[in-house]
Antibody, heavy 118, light 113 residues
Framework: EVHLVESGGGLVQPGGSLRLSCAAS????????MTWVRQAPGKGLEWVAN????????YYVDSVKGRFTISRNNAETSLYLHMNSLRADDTAVYYC???????????WGQGTLVTVSS | DIVMTQSPDSLALSLGERATINCKSS????????????LSWYQHKPGQPPKLLIYWASARESGVPDRFSGSGSGTEFTLTISSLQAEDVAVYYCQQYYAIPWTFGQGTKVEIK
């Protein structure tokens, strides 16, 4: 059974940094693109970033370029999101999701809440 | 960026009624290479992660009840719930995965009248 478990969320001050992790199990992790999606309080879903099987292709939404870094460790079947220069509008629940070719996001974790506030 | 616009923003129907949610993209999400629409639909309930219902605009994900169906092509798409059940109360999102950045519609909230 596919499992995705996010961790690392919490309260951080504006300008601070945080690293989110997503532990994957139940599928061949190195065979799938992986994605981060977020949902700000009371708002809709926003795609944040994704990363190719081997990490050689990476894409970001414009609002996080230069501040966030997505990475993965296939040996540890883990996905990461390094977030720097955090702003109040980065406050959201962050989900990791598996990208099945042709089907978009077929499995999602439960999410981890990031709150950026002084 | 491809802008996804859903309508209506919310709808309230009686149990057993048909629910129709529309999604329009600012440009075509139909691939000429494989004739597939890169459009998916998700169901999102409070406290749960989003759940994939439909991909390629009309392919139902495994385990999804057959009262859910997707249709459309190019720039206009529809999610239909043929007979609304209590457990279908949720926010529904369309999403294009044709071009980076992937983008979602603003969501449609479905409630029971």
């Amino acid at each position: 059974e596919v499992h995705l478990v996010e961790s690392g969320g919490g309260l951080v001050q504006p300008g601070g940094s945080l690293r989110l992790s997503c532990a994957a199990s139940g599928f061949p992790f190195s065979s799938y693109w992986m994605t981060w999606v977020r949902q700000a309080p009371g708002k809709g879903l926003e795609w944040v970033a994704n990363i190719k099987l081997d990490g050689t292709e990476i894409y970001y939404v414009d609002s996080v370029k230069g501040r966030f870094t997505i990475s993965r460790n296939n040996a540890e079947t883990s996905l990461y999101l390094h977030m720097n220069s955090l702003r109040a509008d980065d406050t959201a629940v962050y989900y990791c999701a598996r990208d099945r070719p042709g089907a978009s996001l077929d499995y999602w974790g439960q999410g981890t809440l990031v709150t950026v506030s002084s | 960026d491809i802008v996804m616009t859903q309508s209506p923003d919310s709808l309230a129907l009686s149990l057993g009624e048909r629910a129709t949610i529309n999604c329009k993209s600012s440009q075509s999400v139909l691939s000429s290479s494989n004739n597939q629409n890169y459009l998916s639909w998700y169901q999102h309930k409070p406290g749960q992660p989003p759940k994939l219902l439909i991909y390629w605009a009309s392919a139902r994900e495994s385990g999804v009840p057959d009262r859910f169906s997707g249709s459309g092509s190019g720039t206009e798409f529809t999610l239909t719930i043929s007979s609304l059940q209590a457990e279908d109360v949720a926010v529904y999102y369309c999403q294009q995965y044709y071009a980076i950045p992937w983008t979602f519609g603003q969501g449609t909230k479905v409630e029971i009248k």
